[in-house]
């Protein structure tokens, strides 16, 4: 969520940008309409005036470029020219043109000075019938709303120009409407009802490409987008596109970009380096954050401070909560408690005045561990609860959002299928007129030439049956791949129903033995790892350190419900990536479970259970070893039991290893054997796994 905030405001800007700018030389064109503004009477005296304002203001021409000042004082002097001018002839187009240019170049210094200056634009573009100027200001009274946090009006204003903008069929200033809308939203933490503007927005752009920026801006939405809903993989890919587009036409959006895939990498000095080359006006916030990650905290203050104060001036309300929030996770950092906690309380105060969620369980989640940190237990737990209140409102939201993505992803592939049928179908027109044009030449040309065309239509129609053939085996090539994906995703599904069933009859246990603090530290933990099977559960493949984060939290649970009756220890034999490794997800705690239940759970004295990984020629090696029973003896106490049902878990992970080799070649299986002591007893379970992982450029490929 941090990151995608981060991005989030330093994207808005580019709604209102068309496509990407070149910094050309203005010079000339300013001094020569400067030369020529004596000659200038009345109203044209008055277009003078507010085209050198709007060339000093703007990069270039382009009326839809507006974030990027050149020389805001003088466009500022020039504007308020125009509208002294204006009203002194009464000329309301004049003065109508002179707010929106005054209005435009608030965003530097005042956001409530800059609302006023559209309203003023807009009450003179309804008296002059201006329809075009009148929606393009409320969308920009819309973005000063947005960033004081006065949300509806927001958006009320961003309808008003999306129903015009309908009635007219412009598709790109919908597309502007669309994301404005859905960032609103976002700002807001209500992500849920941001999903549908989104796909809308990036709709439009996909099939409306008229600009050579527009495969950059389609490429960063739909990459904020995944990262929104925490994919950061398709993220990852999606920034890594826009790349070889952005270095060649804006090469500041190249720098932050590359500055944006390194963070998504952990590489924060990459990111730093990056971030220096970027936008000056866009990199502060980005610049603390990768600082406070790096818990560099001394380094990260100035940041922040450099700019709320500028913030506040400037009425920017949501940026100046986003800066509270960094300021005080960055004075906990410092173990500055207080402080942290007057930046935290001030943060939560505004957030909740807005009705800005997002921002609303951060301060909770602040206050909290101020507070935990403080000993304060009371105010601790009240400020937890209404934190995890607020987190399962936003994580539902999120769940949504998750669903529509997945519907993107096949939204995509349904279009990109289309495509391949059109380029087919042009394809078999194309050979049909080639064949027309040869039967007239033959036709011409005589029985000879016939002849030479009956043999080539024999050959063409033989060649076209092989195709066919071939088509028709590729096909069934891949329904059966695809029928073999879902069947591994039922398995992975049948996962999640295993692990709450066990996990709720231990919780079921300790209430029924009245351990009530057991009871609640198990939820606690029971929780989260419900949390984390849910996200991992449906992805083919997960990082190492994620399998592993569920892993240890599991046998943490299991060490809780037998009393720390046993001990576990987790190694790596050599050096491994666990950031860069990926493996199919929950693989190891099937066997765990297994050498648990059934080894170390009927053990008398203290049990081991020891996991060793190492890594070579791509194979991923884990040996899982246990001094329970053995595999013998616990067979003999499962026979005498009244419970005779094999281990669901292994049974479903033998068949998720079947389908790993069998379908995507790896080499991938599992072997037991037993451990036998000096005496010749049997003191254990060894558990050895083999898998041949995949790295993230294989993922991304």
Not at 77 to 101: C, D, H, Q, V, W
Not at 313 to 323: C, D, K, P, S, V
Not at 457 to 473: A, W
Not at 655 to 668: D, F, G, W, Y
Request: hydrophobic share 40%; net charge neutral.
């Amino acid at each position: 969520m941090l990151l995608a905030r981060i991005i989030m405001i330093s994207a808005i800007s580019t709604l209102f940008s068309s496509h990407t700018f070149s910094q050309d030389p203005r010079t000339q064109k300013i001094d020569g309409l400067k030369k020529h503004l004596p000659s200038f009477l009345d109203n044209a005296r008055v277009d003078s005036l507010l085209k050198i304002s709007f060339e000093y203001g703007h990069a270039n021409g382009d009326s839809d470029n507006l974030f990027h000042p050149v020389d805001n004082d003088s466009a500022i002097r020039f504007a308020a020219l125009a509208l002294t001018e204006s009203k002194r002839i009464n000329y309301p187009e004049g003065m109508a043109n002179a707010f929106e240019n005054l209005g435009e170049m608030a965003t530097n210094h005042d956001f409530h000075e800059g609302e006023n200056d559209f309203r003023q634009a807009i009450a003179l573009y309804i008296k002059v019938h201006d329809f075009e100027n009148l929606n393009w200001s409320y969308l920009w009274l819309g973005y000063y709303l947005m960033f004081q946090c006065r949300f509806d009006e927001a958006r009320e204003a961003y309808h008003k120009a999306l129903s015009y903008y309908l009635q007219m069929n412009n598709e790109p200033r919908q597309a502007r409407a669309y994301g404005l809308i859905a960032r609103s939203y976002i700002m807001q933490g209500y992500y849920k009802d941001a999903i549908g503007y989104c796909l809308k927005d990036i709709s439009i752009l996909q099939s409306n490409i008229k600009y050579h920026s527009d495969p950059i801006i389609i490429r960063l939405r739909i990459a904020e987008l995944y990262l929104a809903a925490g994919d950061s993989l398709m993220a990852l890919t999606y920034f890594s596109q826009s790349i070889p587009y952005s270095r060649a036409y804006n090469i500041c959006q190249y720098w932050e970009t590359m500055g944006d895939i390194h963070f998504l990498r952990n590489n924060y000095d990459s990111a730093i380096y990056y971030y220096h080359l970027a936008n000056p006006s866009a990199k502060n916030t980005k610049m603390g954050e990768m600082y406070i990650l790096k818990k560099e905290y001394d380094k990260a203050l100035p940041y922040f401070m450099n700019d709320i104060a500028s913030e506040k001036r400037r009425n920017n309300i949501y940026t100046e909560m986003a800066l509270s929030e960094d300021i005080a996770k960055t004075y906990l950092g410092k173990k500055k408690i207080e402080t942290s906690l007057r930046y935290s309380a001030s943060l939560l105060k505004t957030a909740r005045s807005v009705h800005a969620r997002q921002f609303t369980k951060d301060g909770y989640s602040l206050i909290w561990k101020i507070y935990d940190q403080q000993k304060r237990t009371d105010s601790a737990y009240k400020y937890r609860l209404l934190f995890d209140d607020m987190n399962d409102s936003v994580f539902r939201d999120d769940l949504a959002k998750n669903i529509a993505v997945a519907e993107m992803k096949s939204s995509d592939e349904k279009k990109q299928s289309r495509i391949d049928l059109l380029n087919k179908d042009n394809q078999i027109k194309q050979e049909q007129l080639q064949k027309e044009s040869l039967i007239k030449k033959i036709l011409i040309a005589g029985i000879i030439v016939f002849l030479i065309f009956v043999i080539i239509v024999f050959r063409n129609i033989m060649l076209q049956r092989k195709n066919e053939k071939l088509q028709n085996e590729n096909k069934q090539a891949e329904l059966q791949k695809h029928s073999a994906e879902l069947e591994m995703q039922a398995l992975r599904a049948q996962m999640n129903p295993h692990f709450i069933f066990n996990c709720l009859s231990s919780i079921n246990r300790f209430i029924l033995k009245h351990e009530t603090e057991e009871a609640s530290d198990y939820l606690t933990k029971f929780s989260r790892l419900i949390r984390m099977v849910l996200s991992n559960s449906n992805k083919t493949f997960i990082t190492l350190e994620d399998e592993l984060d569920m892993f240890k939290l599991y046998l943490d649970m299991e060490r809780l419900r037998f009393k720390n009756s046993f001990d576990y220890k987790i190694t790596f034999i050599n050096s491994i990536d666990d950031n860069n490794v990926f493996v199919p997800p929950l693989l190891l705690q099937p066997f765990a479970e297994n050498a648990i239940w059934h080894g170390l759970m009927h053990k008398e004295g203290p049990g081991h259970l020891e996991i060793a990984l190492s890594i070579e020629n791509k194979i991923l090696t884990c040996i899982i070893t246990d001094n329970g029973i053995g595999r013998k003896q616990s067979a003999l106490l499962k026979s005498k039991s009244a419970e005779k049902q094999k281990s669901m878990g292994l049974a479903i992970t033998t068949k998720r290893l079947a389908l790993v080799n069998s379908n995507m070649h790896q080499e991938t299986y599992f072997d037991f054997e037993d451990i036998i002591d000096e005496a010749g007893n049997l003191a254990g379970t060894k558990v050895t796994l083999k898998i041949q992982y995949r790295d993230f450029t294989e993922l991304s490929a």
